[in-house]
């Protein structure tokens, strides 16, 4: 998926330019602002414990164009595609190894934190990038 999303940076990446910090601002403080949302919601674990596989496909399906969008970015920085894919691979390889990991042996203890903190850190990012192209 980022390779095909850098492919498609290719063609319009020129075209959203102008526009590519605004873009990220609202889908990450969008992202961010609903697992805000839902961290303060209650019985999430009930609705945990009845995902299907119509559950699953969607959020397979969510997280592809997630990655897509990440290679979309690669088309905007002068770095070296390629690299940058092998180099988001073995990391989400990593850092889902490290989570599971982590989530089961202080899943309890962060349990009603996580996602509060997931959702404080994608806005800051948002705003981060959107200061950065609005300021320089």
């Given at each position: 998926?980022?390779?095909?999303?850098?492919?498609?940076?290719?063609?319009?990446?020129?075209?959203?330019?102008?526009?590519?910090?605004?873009?990220?601002?609202?889908?990450?403080?969008?992202?961010?602002?609903?697992?805000?949302?839902?961290?303060?919601?209650?019985?999430?674990?009930?609705?945990?414990?009845?995902?299907?596989?119509?559950?699953?496909?969607?959020?397979?399906?969510?997280?592809?164009?997630?990655?897509?969008?990440?290679?979309?970015?690669?088309?905007?920085?002068?770095?070296?595609?390629?690299?940058?894919?092998?180099?988001?691979?073995?990391i989400?390889f990593?850092?889902?190894?490290?989570?599971?990991?982590?989530?089961?042996?202080?899943?309890?203890?962060?349990?009603?934190?996580?996602?509060?903190?997931?959702?404080?850190?994608?806005?800051?990012?948002?705003?981060?990038?959107?200061i950065?192209?609005?300021?320089?």
């Amino acid at each position: 998926m980022p390779l095909i999303g850098y492919l498609a940076s290719l063609g319009i990446g020129s075209v959203i330019e102008s526009i590519d910090h605004w873009v990220a601002f609202l889908l990450l403080s969008a992202i961010g602002g609903k697992m805000l949302y839902e961290s303060f919601q209650e019985n999430t674990e009930d609705e945990i414990s009845i995902i299907t596989d119509k559950v699953l496909l969607i959020l397979a399906i969510a997280t592809s164009i997630d990655a897509m969008a990440a290679g979309f970015t690669l088309g905007l920085l002068a770095l070296n595609p390629f690299i940058s894919m092998i180099l988001i691979g073995i990391i989400t390889f990593l850092f889902s190894y490290l989570g599971v990991f982590l989530g089961t042996k202080g899943g309890t203890f962060l349990e009603d934190k996580a996602e509060k903190i997931g959702g404080v850190i994608l806005i800051a990012i948002g705003c981060k990038i959107l200061i950065e192209h609005t300021l320089y």
